[in-house]
């Protein structure tokens, strides 16, 4: 028999950014563990292409165009994901950009601002619709934010990036204690070298090739599939009694 602690039929999941990447990997765990799944994304063909394959997995499944980055639009779409699926159990903070800057000195403020308004800023808006929720309803819940080994490592020309991805796992913190009267505890996810659509470009790079990978121990680059464990466990009753964590997924670089 399966251990129950896992099961999340009856749940409903809801994750930013989950129409390709990391976030598709764990909408692809957590409906194949039973879970309604919806996704908010900006690109429509996408989200429609993630909803027609989670669909063929068995899944409730609903798909909203969301900017997280304008904070009325997170408000329209927590309303429609909840409308369309009642409630939500666990809220994965997923969405995210790249930093694209020539060196620190050379940072604008718009480049600078384009990155904190969607790493944080949307983590903010979505976390805040998500806790309101779940404190209303009552039953506790699970926020879960995907940050970045750059959030605790330096990073070059990515400062701006690093400052996002670090903010919100001081943000996780905050909510797990103040949050956890209320039954919500929050967790940080933090990724090592992944392929994803964001990282095609970098991946693809010689000197990455030649000085990164030799540094993974576990010799290959992660995979979206490599958070679908992780993104079940968090939304589940086998973890309500961790909060407050930060969990790397890196294929042991960072101890290496």
Known sequence: MAYQAFELRGKVALITGGNSGIGLG?????????????????????NRAAVAALE???????????????????????????SALGRVDACFANAGVGGAAPSFVGMTADEWRRVL????????????????????????????VTSSLAGVEGAARGEHYSASKGGVIAMMRGLAVELARHGVRANAILPGWIETPMTDHTLGNDIVQRKIFPRIPIRRWGERADFGGIAVYLASDASAYHSGDTIVIDGAYRVF
Not at 120 to 144: C, K, P, Q, W, Y
């Open 26 to 46: 764990m909408a692809e765990a957590l409906a194949d563990a039973g879970a309604a799944v919806c996704i908010w994304g900006t690109n429509e063909e996408k």
């Open 56 to 82: 063929q997995r068995g899944a409730r499944v609903r798909a909203v165009r969301c900017d997280v980055g304008e904070e009325a639009e997170v408000e329209r779409a927590f309303a429609e994901t909840l």
């Open 117 to 144: 308004r969607v790493n944080l800023d949307g983590v903010f808006f979505t976390f805040r619709a998500a806790a309101r929720h779940m404190i209303e309803r009552g039953g506790g819940g699970s926020l879960v």
